[in-house]
């Protein structure tokens, strides 16, 4: 018997072991290998951080060449000084991967079409193989060869990346598996070591998140059933009360390069009622990223010095997106938000200036319908001749499954996205290739590399004139007292219209004819009003701009940043504050009395009636408590809805987005007539209806949100910070604030202010800055989202760029690491 | 005496064993001290079970009291412990204590039956 008794115990035992060493399946997901995961010395209790953990240590490594200390502040920012420039850039890849690691590591798979190696094909919902293939077949790490390229040839910046790829490397390998953070232990693989091409597919993830997206599918579809003068009227490209960029000096309009349409353009192109929707959705970047900057010069300020503010609005992840640190070297010494995956100091100032990014917003991404001579693409037609494809073949790994090949043709144009295998939603058996700017060579590291330790104006022009994708609006000030912005990159020079609707792929003319000159991108620099400023606005006035700039500006932030910097004089830091974090909705002071007027008020009830004594009294302010921005906000998207939706859903296929302010300048031309009409009515509406219709409907949106206890705008609107994986526990959730799109404050559900900074230019910089998470990606440490209420709040923490005596002498430092030569 | 021993030994050849081997060794450490130091089936379970229970019991207290339990609370949402610290904290232990524990009842049953 007792045999029995001993086989059976050890069979117990073993089962135990096995279930609690494997990766269970529970509702399509899997859980992590619960014994490893749960045990005190090997599981997720590892990354359990004390809360009062201090950082010090001596380190050794091969690959240094002097001494580098490290000090950390009480917010947990390194300030490093290196004896030499590598060593710096070693020590950031050792210390982003020591606070990032997963991040980093997981950003890149996104990047490189590798999610389902370690997510599997689908997990909670997610389809990862359909991102994997988005992501190959736009041509995400043919572009990433091609940067690596560039930068593996810039001399300086090969050596940094070497560096940090080696600081990676170094963290990485002194890492047993109980160290591993915690996503790891949950999806239950390893860390992979860091290589220069990981650098450059994060890069090109940032590029595709600000010059990827378009809308030119969409486009056609509204080409195909809307007349050329509804189409004018729902997308104009010129606006009133423009607020361009660049004001002074006026591009000056030489060195033209002549653009002319194709002869055929009218019967070819516009008058071609085509229509496409590709089965598989694509994946775009959030419509909203942009970002404000501005610099205002000494005669504006109290000082008598320059103050720079940036403000990058991006998707708000944890852990965040930025990490703050100094680097000093005998090269440079700066301070800033840095990105974690590559050598950098992205936005921030040094010993003489200070610099900021917004994006250009310039549409570089454009479709070529292609016709192949068959099924195996092997040849395509061009200019009247069958031409060669080279394929390209794009190995997806996928988790306990096997391989999935992506077969990709390469065109003049580009990859060749959408083919039989990846087909269009109608099976038109159409073939379109992708031509994108980012899928040139360049080397945009380079420049941030080399901009991060200019001294004066010059180094700055310089520095950024080889940045050429994702287009930028750079903006610099100074000790000297200069102030200036550039509307930097490589824009193709197209005709009007040209790439917003699909094109023929068989003609060369209607490929970009090249790109504009230098000298049609002027900077702006020491203007007599005394600021500069951008808000991912029109770069130049396009009304007098030889050349048609398709893109997805802005247009509400920058006029009111113009209108506020305009008014303003000694101006102080906390000035720029109170701006930068300002929640004034300046489409609604154009759009709310406009609106107004065409509401038929004897049409409302009683209960309707109060929504609209809300707005009346409503002082224009998105802040957390506001009940009149709610209702604005849904009054505004219902408007959009009831007198366009008519027109726009004639077909089930995607169409592109109505701006607020077409649908205003439509009503205020008169022009919105041209859609008033309800098609599928008999009777004829007119905008009156239209407009009281809208309000009528979004009255029990609201009643719901009374109910529910979440009118107010902050609870509405419901902003979160997440996880990178989604995870609720690892996210910060309903965070109450205000802002939204088009406020200068641009807080979104999950989307704002992704860093802000403001640099005053004085002896002694005097800088502050906040970002919505926290310096550790580790959840379970104290400060993986410690900054969110400061940033919440609208508050900033002084930043420093400390000579290394002082922070050695403080004693709020949280620990010191010293790295030397083995 | 003699459970109190083999208890302190299960804990402690426990704790040592994961540091160089897998999560799951301390069953085969458990199983080999059942295995020498000879006591009856359910006293040889207790005994086992209890020296890794408290153990893991002891070291999660630590770590999540010095963490003031910011992760633990985490994961108890993810799991899902609805939040619960302590709940977390007990499972872990109690897994750990009933690997440990019928590891040790094989080891005492293993050399009864020689």
């Given at each position: 018997?007792?045999?029995?008794?001993?086989?059976?115990?050890?069979?117990?035992?073993?089962?135990?072991?096995?279930?609690?060493?494997?990766?269970?399946?529970?509702s399509?997901?899997?859980?992590?290998?619960?014994?490893?995961?749960?045990?005190?010395q090997t599981?997720?209790?590892?990354?359990?951080?004390?809360?009062n953990?201090?950082?010090?240590?001596?380190?050794?490594?091969?690959?240094?060449?002097?001494?580098?200390?490290?000090?950390?502040?009480?917010?947990?920012?390194?300030?490093?000084?290196?004896?030499?420039?590598?060593?710096?850039?070693?020590?950031?890849?050792?210390?982003?991967?020591?606070?990032?690691?997963?991040?980093?590591?997981?950003?890149?798979?996104?990047?490189?079409?590798?999610?389902?190696?370690?997510?599997?094909?689908?997990?909670?919902?997610?389809?990862?193989?359909?991102?994997?293939?988005?992501?190959r077949?736009?041509?995400?790490?043919?572009?990433?060869e091609?940067?690596?390229?560039?930068?593996?040839?810039?001399?300086?910046?090969?050596?940094?990346?070497?560096?940090?790829?080696?600081?990676?490397?170094?963290?990485?390998?002194?890492?047993?598996?109980?160290?591993?953070?915690v996503?790891?232990?949950?999806?239950?693989?390893?860390?992979e070591?860091?290589?220069?091409?990981?650098?450059?597919?994060?890069?090109?993830?940032?590029?595709?998140?600000?010059?990827?997206?378009?809308?030119?599918?969409?486009?056609?579809?509204?080409?195909?059933?809307?007349?050329r003068?509804?189409?004018?009227?729902?997308?104009?490209y010129?606006?009133?009360?423009?607020?361009?960029?660049?004001?002074?000096?006026?591009?000056?309009?030489?060195?033209?390069?002549?653009?002319?349409?194709?002869?055929?353009?009218?019967?070819?192109?516009?008058?071609?009622?085509?229509?496409?929707a590709?089965?598989?959705?694509?994946?775009?970047?959030?419509?909203?990223?942009?970002?404000?900057?501005?610099?205002?010069?000494?005669?504006k300020?109290?000082?008598?010095?320059?103050?720079?503010?940036?403000?990058?609005?991006l998707?708000?992840?944890?852990?965040?997106?930025?990490?703050?640190?100094?680097i000093?070297?005998?090269?440079?010494?700066?301070?800033?938000?840095?990105?974690?995956?590559?050598?950098?100091?992205?936005?921030?100032?040094?010993?003489?200036?200070?610099?900021?990014?917004?994006?250009?917003?310039?549409?570089?991404?454009?479709?070529?319908?292609?016709?192949?001579?068959?099924?195996?693409?092997?040849?395509?037609?061009?200019?009247?001749?069958?031409?060669?494809?080279?394929?390209?073949?794009?190995?997806?790994?996928?988790?306990?499954?096997?391989?999935?090949?992506?077969?990709?043709?390469?065109?003049?144009?580009?990859?060749?996205?959408?083919?039989?295998?990846?087909?269009?939603?109608?099976?038109?058996n159409?073939?379109?290739?992708?031509?994108?700017?980012?899928h040139?060579?360049?080397?945009?590291?380079?420049?941030?590399?080399?901009?991060?330790?200019?001294?004066?104006?010059?180094?700055?022009?310089?520095?950024?004139?080889?940045?050429?994708?994702?287009?930028?609006?750079?903006?610099?000030?100074?000790?000297?007292g200069?102030?200036?912005?550039?509307h930097?990159?490589?824009?193709?020079?197209?005709?009007?219209?040209?790439?917003?609707?699909?094109?023929p792929?068989?003609?060369?003319?209607?490929?970009?004819?090249?790109?504009?000159?230098?000298?049609?991108?002027?900077?702006?620099?020491?203007?007599e009003?005394?600021?500069?400023?951008?808000?991912?606005?029109?770069?130049?006035?396009?009304?007098?701009?030889?050349?048609y700039?398709?893109?997805?500006?802005?247009?509400?932030?920058?006029?009111?940043?113009?209108?506020?910097?305009?008014?303003?004089?000694?101006?102080?830091?906390?000035?720029?504050?109170?701006?930068q974090?300002?929640?004034?909705?300046?489409l609604?002071?154009?759009?709310?009395?406009?609106?107004?007027?065409?509401?038929?008020?004897?049409?409302?009830?009683?209960?309707?009636?109060?929504?609209?004594?809300?707005?009346?009294?409503?002082?224009?302010?998105?802040?957390?408590?506001?009940?009149?921005?709610?209702?604005?906000?849904?009054?505004?998207?219902?408007?959009?809805?009831?007198?366009?939706?008519?027109?726009?859903?004639?077909?089930?296929?995607?169409?592109?987005?109505?701006?607020?302010?077409?649908?205003?300048?439509?009503?205020?031309?008169?022009?919105?007539?041209?859609?008033?009409?309800?098609?599928n009515?008999?009777?004829?509406e007119?905008?009156?209806?239209?407009?009281?219709?809208?309000?009528?409907?979004?009255?029990?949106?609201?009643?719901?949100?009374?109910?529910?206890?979440?009118?107010?705008?902050?609870?509405?609107?419901?902003?979160?910070?997440?996880?990178?994986l989604?995870?609720?526990?690892?996210?910060?959730?309903?965070?109450?604030?205000?802002g939204?799109?088009?406020?200068?404050?641009?807080?979104?559900?999950?989307?704002?202010?992704s860093?802000?900074?403001?640099?005053?230019?004085t002896?002694?910089?005097?800088?502050?800055?906040?970002?919505?998470?926290?310096?550790?990606?580790n959840?379970?440490?104290?400060?993986?989202?410690?900054?969110?209420?400061?940033?919440?709040?609208?508050?900033?923490?002084?930043?420093?760029?400390?000579?290394?005596?002082?922070?050695?002498?403080?004693?709020?430092?949280?620990?010191?690491?010293?790295?030397?030569?083995? | 005496?003699?459970?109190?021993?083999?208890?302190?030994?299960?804990?402690?050849?426990?704790?040592?064993?994961?540091l160089?081997?897998?999560?799951?060794?301390?069953?085969?450490?458990?199983?080999?001290?059942?295995?020498?130091?000879?006591?009856?089936?359910?006293?040889?379970?207790?005994?086992?079970?209890?020296?890794?229970?408290?153990?893991?019991?002891?070291?999660?207290?630590?770590i999540?009291n010095?963490?003031?339990?910011?992760?633990?609370?985490?994961?108890?949402?993810?799991?899902?412990?609805?939040?619960?610290?302590?709940?977390?904290?007990?499972?872990?232990?109690?897994?750990?204590?009933?690997?440990?524990?019928?590891?040790a009842?094989?080891?005492?049953l293993?050399?009864?039956?020689?």
């Open positions: 018997m007792r045999i029995f008794g001993c086989i059976l115990s050890a069979l117990i035992t073993i089962a135990l072991i096995y279930v609690l060493n494997i990766q269970l399946s529970l399509g997901n899997k859980t992590p290998r619960l014994g490893f995961f749960l045990s005190p599981g997720f209790w590892q990354s359990a951080e004390p809360i953990e201090t950082f010090n240590g001596e380190l050794k490594f091969p690959q240094l060449s002097g001494k580098t200390e490290v000090y950390f502040d009480e917010r947990l920012v390194p300030h490093v000084y290196a004896e030499n420039e590598n060593d710096a850039w070693f020590v950031q890849g050792y210390l982003h991967a020591k606070f990032r690691l997963w991040q980093m590591d997981f950003q890149t798979y996104a990047a490189g079409g590798r999610l389902s190696e370690i997510m599997g094909d689908s997990s909670n919902g997610t389809n990862f193989l359909k991102i994997d293939k988005f992501f077949r736009l041509g995400m790490v043919y572009a990433a091609k940067s690596l390229h560039a930068m593996e040839n810039d001399a300086p910046l090969k050596a940094a990346c070497d560096a940090y790829t080696a600081g990676v490397n170094a963290y990485i390998n002194s890492l047993s598996e109980k160290d591993y953070p996503e790891y232990k949950l999806l239950n693989y390893k860390p070591p860091w290589t220069n091409m990981k650098s450059a597919l994060f890069i090109k993830y940032m590029g595709w998140d600000l010059a990827g997206y378009e809308q030119d599918f969409e486009k056609t579809n509204a080409k195909a059933f809307l007349s003068a509804q189409y004018e009227a729902l997308f104009p010129v606006l009133d009360s423009i607020q361009p960029i660049i004001t002074d000096p006026l591009p000056r309009l030489t060195h033209i390069l002549s653009v002319k349409p194709p002869a055929n353009v009218d019967s070819i192109y516009f008058n071609y009622k085509n229509v496409v590709p089965a598989n959705k694509p994946i775009k970047p959030n419509k909203e990223n942009g970002s404000n900057n501005w610099a205002v010069a000494g005669s300020t109290k000082s008598g010095r320059p103050i720079l503010c940036n403000d990058p609005h998707g708000l992840n944890l852990p965040s997106l930025w990490f703050e640190m100094q000093s070297t005998p090269n440079f010494n700066s301070y800033g938000a840095t990105l974690c995956g590559a050598p950098n100091v992205l936005i921030g100032f040094n010993d003489n200036c200070a610099w900021g990014l917004t994006n250009a917003e310039r549409d570089v991404k454009d479709y070529y319908e292609v016709k192949f001579k068959d099924s195996t693409m092997h040849q395509y037609w061009f200019d009247s001749n069958w031409r060669d494809a080279q394929m390209r073949n794009e190995i997806i790994k996928i988790r306990n499954k096997q391989n999935d090949t992506e077969h990709i043709a390469m065109t003049v144009w580009g990859p060749v996205m959408y083919d039989l295998h990846y087909p269009d939603k109608l099976n038109s159409k073939y379109y290739a992708c031509r994108w700017k980012a040139d060579e360049s080397n945009e590291l380079g420049a941030l590399f080399r901009l991060m330790r200019a001294k004066n104006y010059n180094d700055y022009l310089n520095a950024i004139s080889i940045f050429k994708c994702p287009g930028q609006n750079f903006v610099f000030a100074d000790k000297a200069d102030i200036a912005i550039k930097q990159g490589e824009f193709p020079a197209v005709w009007f219209r040209q790439g917003d609707f699909l094109m792929g068989d003609d060369s003319s209607y490929a970009w004819q090249g790109y504009i000159s230098d000298s049609l991108q002027p900077v702006m620099h020491n203007p009003r005394g600021f500069v400023s951008s808000a991912n606005q029109y770069p130049y006035d396009p009304r007098i701009y030889p050349y700039m398709p893109a997805y500006f802005s247009y509400y932030r920058g006029w009111l940043i113009n209108r506020s910097l305009s008014s303003m004089q000694n101006i102080t830091v906390d000035d720029m504050k109170m701006l974090t300002n929640f004034y909705n300046l609604a002071e154009n759009a709310l009395p406009v609106l107004i007027t065409y509401l038929d008020i004897s049409a409302l009830n009683n209960d309707e009636s109060k929504y609209l004594n809300l707005l009346e009294k409503w002082n224009l302010v998105n802040d957390a408590d506001s009940k009149g921005a709610t209702v604005f906000k849904l009054w505004v998207d219902s408007c959009i809805s009831k007198i366009y939706g008519d027109e726009l859903s004639q077909s089930s296929l995607p169409m592109p987005t109505i701006e607020p302010q077409a649908m205003l300048k439509n009503i205020l031309k008169d022009s919105a007539k041209l859609f008033a009409d309800n098609i009515t008999n009777e004829t007119s905008l009156n209806d239209d407009i009281t219709a809208a309000f009528k409907s979004i009255v029990p949106v609201l009643e719901k949100a009374e109910l529910d206890k979440d009118f107010e705008w902050g609870k509405f609107k419901d902003s979160h910070v997440s996880h990178l989604k995870i609720p526990a690892f996210s910060h959730l309903h965070v109450n604030v205000g939204g799109v088009n406020i200068i404050n641009a807080i979104g559900a999950n989307h704002g202010p860093w802000r900074m403001i640099v005053e230019l002896d002694d910089i005097n800088a502050y800055g906040v970002y919505p998470g926290g310096q550790s990606g959840p379970g440490s104290r400060y993986y989202d410690n900054f969110i209420d400061t940033w919440t709040k609208g508050k900033y923490y002084k930043i420093h760029l400390y000579q290394k005596d002082e922070i050695a002498s403080k004693k709020t430092s949280l620990g010191k690491l010293i790295f030397s030569k083995s | 005496m003699k459970f109190i021993i083999v208890l302190l030994l299960v804990a402690l050849l426990g704790f040592a064993a994961p160089y081997f897998d999560w799951w060794s301390f069953a085969v450490t458990s199983f080999i001290i059942a295995l020498f130091i000879h006591q009856r089936a359910f006293a040889a379970f207790l005994a086992g079970f209890t020296g890794m229970f408290l153990l893991w019991l002891f070291l999660t207290l630590i999540d010095a963490n003031q339990h910011i992760l633990s609370k985490k994961i108890a949402q993810l799991l899902p412990l609805s939040g619960s610290s302590l709940l977390l904290i007990l499972i872990t232990a109690l897994i750990g204590g009933l690997i440990s524990g019928f590891a009842l094989t080891g005492s293993a050399r009864r039956s020689r």
